[in-house]
C-alpha cells in the first residue's frame, strides 16, 4: 500500500473469494518490493522509507533481527534472497541531477 501498510488475503475455495488475512503498518512509505526466502520461512519489503524489513512467515508475522536493514542511501527498488537465505542483495535507487 502506499501508506506502508502490508495485507495478505487468504483463499476461500467454498465462495471463491479472498478475504483479508493479516495487516500491518510499519514502513512509513509505500512498499516497491515483497519478496519471500528460497525456503518460504520468511519474507520480506522494501520501502520508500530506504529500509527493509524481514519477516518469518508463519500465522503471526514476527520481525526477524533487532529493527529494518536502514543503511540505505535511497528508497528500496529490488532485493532478493540468496539461495542459503543467509544474505539479501538490494538495489536502491540514486539520482543525481
Do not use: R
Amino acid at each position: 500500500m502506499k501508506d506502508g501498510t502490508l495485507k495478505s488475503y487468504k483463499h476461500v475455495p467454498k465462495d471463491e473469494t479472498f478475504v483479508q488475512d493479516k495487516h500491518m503498518k510499519k514502513a512509513k512509505e509505500w512498499i516497491s518490493d515483497i519478496t519471500f526466502s528460497h525456503d518460504d520461512k520468511m519474507f520480506a519489503f522494501g520501502s520508500h522509507d530506504n529500509k527493509i524489513y524481514i519477516f518469518s512467515n508463519g500465522k503471526k508475522w514476527k520481525p526477524m533481527g533487532k529493527g529494518p536493514l536502514a543503511k540505505h542511501s535511497s528508497y528500496i527498488t529490488h532485493f532478493d534472497f540468496s539461495e542459503v537465505n543467509n544474505i539479501i542483495i538490494s538495489i536502491g535507487f540514486n539520482c543525481h541531477a
